[in-house]
């Protein structure tokens, strides 16, 4: 069966969901807080490692909105397409990303999802190998910030979508 374009083009795509609140404005106080937080979080780390862990945590707490404004940062900052599409699977595609990537995407993991118990003597040790301690601080950091993100994103059905990078949180 073929398409054409005029039939690609018109299809109907489900309605965007509604978004619940608009917190930034209901809490701004708390909104510039986060942004506060964000900006001390990434201080000392590589700009594309801090992209690939947002993007990550993003996708392990299903927060839309950050998987595409992190994607649409990771890009713009000279990240392939390929390493960030392959996030989802990094396990299985090792070998898109360095020894000190890996520690993080794990300790990303770790760190996100604790319903699994603590972050593992063994991963930690693992990205404490391959950073600083004060990398390292920020880097546990930037993992908790966005999870506090994804948390307000999720929460509040904040759609992806309709990011500009001109107006960036």
């Not at 590589?46 to 404004?69: F, G, P, T, W």
């Not at 360095?98 to 760190?111: G, I, N, P, Y």
């Not at 404490?128 to 880097?139: C, G, P, R, T, V």
Request: glycine share 4%.
């Amino acid at each position: 069966m073929t398409t054409t374009h005029e039939e690609k083009t018109t299809a109907e795509y489900a309605p965007e969901i509604p978004q619940r609140l608009d917190w930034a404005r209901l809490a701004p106080e708390v909104y510039k807080a986060m942004i506060q937080l964000d900006t001390a979080a990434k201080q000392g780390l590589d700009q594309k490692l801090y992209e690939l862990v947002k993007i990550r945590a993003s996708q392990i707490n299903h927060c839309a909105l950050c998987v595409d404004l992190h994607s649409r940062d990771a890009l713009a900052q000279g990240e392939s397409v390929e390493r960030i599409i392959q996030l989802s699977a990094w396990e299985e595609s090792r070998h898109f990303y360095t020894e000190k990537e890996l520690a993080a995407l794990e300790l990303t993991e770790a760190v996100t999802v604790l319903t699994d118990g603590f972050v593992p003597d063994e991963v930690y040790e693992k990205a404490a190998k391959h950073f600083e301690e004060a990398e390292l601080a920020q880097l546990i950091s930037a993992i908790a910030t966005i999870n506090a993100w994804n948390r307000f994103g999720v929460t509040f059905r904040m759609a992806p979508g309709h990011y500009d990078r001109g107006r960036r949180k």
